[in-house]
């Protein structure tokens, strides 16, 4: 028999099983995960975002739970599925009824529906309480705390085409991170990354790694709040001042809308960009008024020409002697403050923000981007609110900057814990200047956008709930790959059912419409695009067994008109992902494979993938081919981790993959994945 058909057949047998099996015992799943993958589907444009620090915190909780008698508000806010009156009628909860005995009694709290709970309990626990506390000595934090290790190492199973000339260190990546943890109050460490393709001890290397991130994060000292030093991050308000933080955006629950996870934060991940690097402090003299003060010094890789900086690179990259050559060719120093007041149901903050270059920014913007940025010093001012009652909740941020303004408001009207409303607005002028901001749009900034936004989740009957959203948004001004002011629509549908706690299906469709410039008119015929996706997934558990199967379905067209004829693009993949983890021995293993076809990059198609510990992985396909991936996982008495994922893409319609530097002879793609922590 042909290697294909035996694929084929092999493919089409677990597809089978999964849709076949009886459910019994517990999901292997994360439920959360959902969540993020359909954050790595949201965008058509890209995105600087990083959440390798919240994901962290996340995976921790599940193997260090948060004590729900000791939680504070900032602690559960990180749980982005609990709404916030899920969270003030918890500690409202604890405040009248005293420490709980049991994590049962979150049945007894208000508005705690059962999905909530069900996504809380591997991540909290219930612990006598004990007399004593205070702030902890030095002593007794070096004691009680926690030392961490984790290495990766990606080994390429392909070579690119600028290893022949241009790269000047191995295929090899490579990274380090280390880190002591007292509880949520003390953190310290360093990450460590080379990327592939630099060297190492070697040439613009010679002090080893080619990025080192060094932090330290105090918490909760007294009137203290916070205290970072090195490198950090900070979110405020609805992230129209300061904003890199995690952000779901538009997804499939009203849960996720709103930017909640304010604060600083501790800089852990790889990511070489999205962070500041100096000192920044959270004091609370008075128990409802808080005031933040931040100061940044950070190099930026880029192209200075003539005391001008023409641009500015993000991806980290060193590879190449040109790569190199724009390694911290400028530097950016911020600072600022907030001040922040909070009582019962009503939130206000305000946050100015100073920051500069040392040179000029000017860049060569094309016309679509004649309104961003340029200049060498800069501001933003924001005023923050919040309204809570029973069942009515408003936010909002206004701000300010040295160009233009931004608003954002939502409403949300809870009509009981199973029917919730949500209306969002955003008015961000075409020219409204924030280099730090990340919030709610339809776009990766929020920039030249006028929108209406109206979400409603419904839980009719017990194993059933629905989500439904549309969202009205406009472009004044030109946009990329489109060369005139334009407007568009965003509609989503998800019916999700559950009839038992291992079994879980739901169907889900998004529609897309938006304009484009005609390939090669130059930007003078623009016309509609219509974009439908369907996807269809099936979880399934029994024991130590977890199946999950995924249909996806993708339908793109641009309009006719213009003397102009387009042909419907289509796209569709089939995932089946299979998970055994046994209860008796420290060992879980993950299979999952995948065909698709698309007809061109429009009908691309996402494929969700396990990722290594504390990322998530979803990339995009189009052509023609499978995917595989397989991977093992072994946990010794949670100190000892070790991870190793084998993954591979197979591409039926071309002999080699990606172009320029990157491209691949042949048409096979695959990498091998390793990942060792250690936990003293």
Request: glycine share 8%.
């Amino acid at each position: 028999m042909k290697t294909g058909k035996v694929r084929y057949l092999l493919f089409c047998g677990l597809l089978c099983v999964s849709i076949g099996m009886q459910a019994q015992q517990v999901t292997l799943l994360v439920p959360w995960q959902e969540e993020l993958e359909q954050l790595g589907m949201n965008g058509e444009e890209e995105t600087d975002a990083d959440w390798q620090d919240e994901l962290e915190e996340l995976t921790r909780r599940m193997e260090e739970p948060l004590d729900l008698n000791t939680a504070t508000r900032k602690q559960l806010e990180q749980f982005f599925f609990l709404t916030d009156k899920q969270i003030e009628n918890l500690l409202a909860y604890l405040y009248l009824h005293g420490p709980m005995q049991t994590v049962s009694e979150l049945q007894m709290v208000e508005e705690m529906d059962r999905e909530s709970i069900e996504r809380l309990l591997p991540l909290v626990c219930v612990k006598p309480v004990q007399k004593g506390g205070g702030v902890p000595g030095f002593k007794q934090m070096m004691k009680y705390g926690q030392h961490e290790w984790l290495t990766r190492l990606d080994i390429p199973l392909y070579t690119r085409k600028g290893y022949e000339k241009s790269y000047l260190g191995p295929s090899l990546y490579h990274s380090l991170r280390y880190r002591f943890r007292y509880g949520d109050r003390f953190q310290v460490g360093v990450t460590a990354e080379k990327d592939a393709g630099e060297p190492m001890f070697a040439l613009h290397n010679r002090k080893g790694y080619d990025w080192y991130s060094p932090f330290l994060l105090l918490k909760e000292m007294g009137w203290l709040k916070a205290l970072a030093l090195g490198h950090y991050r900070m979110s405020f308000g609805q992230g129209l001042v300061l904003g890199n933080n995690f952000l779901f955006g538009k997804s499939f629950s009203l849960a996720t809308t709103e930017q909640r996870t304010e604060g600083i934060r501790a800089h852990k991940s790889t990511d070489e960009y999205n962070y500041f690097r100096g000192v920044a402090a959270t004091l609370q003299p008075i128990p409802s008024v808080n005031f933040t003060l931040f100061y940044s010094h950070r190099s930026l890789d880029g192209v200075v020409q003539q005391d001008t900086i023409t641009s500015i690179y993000k991806t980290g990259l060193h590879r190449s002697q040109a790569e190199a050559d724009k390694r911290e060719m400028c530097f950016m120093q911020a600072a600022g403050g907030r001040l922040a007041f909070q009582k019962q149901g009503i939130r206000l903050g305000v946050t100015a923000l100073g920051y500069g270059f040392n040179h000029p920014y000017s860049p060569n913007y094309r016309n679509y981007a004649r309104y961003n940025i340029q200049g060498d010093r800069f501001y933003n001012v924001g005023m923050d609110y919040s309204y809570r009652s029973a069942h009515f909740s408003w936010t909002g941020e206004m701000a300010k900057g040295k160009q233009g303004y931004a608003l954002l408001n939502q409403l949300g009207y809870r009509f009981s814990p199973d029917y919730r409303l949500l209306l969002v607005h955003r008015y961000y002028t075409h020219d409204y200047w924030a280099f730090f901001a990340h919030s709610f749009s339809e776009g990766s900034a929020p920039q030249n956008e006028n929108g209406w936004y109206l979400a409603a989740e419904a839980s009719p009957w017990a194993a059933w709930r629905l989500f439904a959203s549309v969202d009205l948004f406009s472009f004044p001004w030109w946009k990329y790959r489109i060369s005139r002011p334009s407007q568009g629509v965003d509609v989503r549908f998800q019916a999700t059912y559950r009839p038992y706690d291992d079994m879980e299906m739901y169907l889900q469709y998004v529609y897309k419409r938006k304009e484009r410039d005609v390939t090669q008119t130059g930007g003078e015929v623009t016309l509609p695009i219509y974009h439908h996706r369907l996807r269809y997934r099936l979880n399934l558990s029994a024991g130590d067994f977890a199946l999950r199967t995924t249909a996806d379905f993708n339908h793109f067209r641009q309009q006719d008109g213009g003397g102009y004829r387009f042909t419907p693009q289509i796209g569709w993949a089939a995932t089946q992902l299979c998970e055994y983890a046994p209860s008796r021995f420290p060992l879980s293993l993950s299979l999952q494979g995948s065909y698709f076809q698309t007809d061109d990059y429009d009908a691309r198609v996402y494929i969700a993938e396990r990722g290594l510990l504390y990322t998530f992985y979803v990339p995009s396909f189009s052509g023609c081919g499978w995917r595989y991936s397989a991977e093992v996982r072994y946990e010794w008495k949670k100190r000892v981790m070790l991870l190793a994922k084998f993954g591979q893409t197979i591409y039926l319609d071309r002999t080699s993959i990606g172009t320029g530097n990157d491209k691949i002879s042949g048409n096979r793609k695959g990498d091998v994945q390793l990942q060792l922590r250690l936990k003293l």
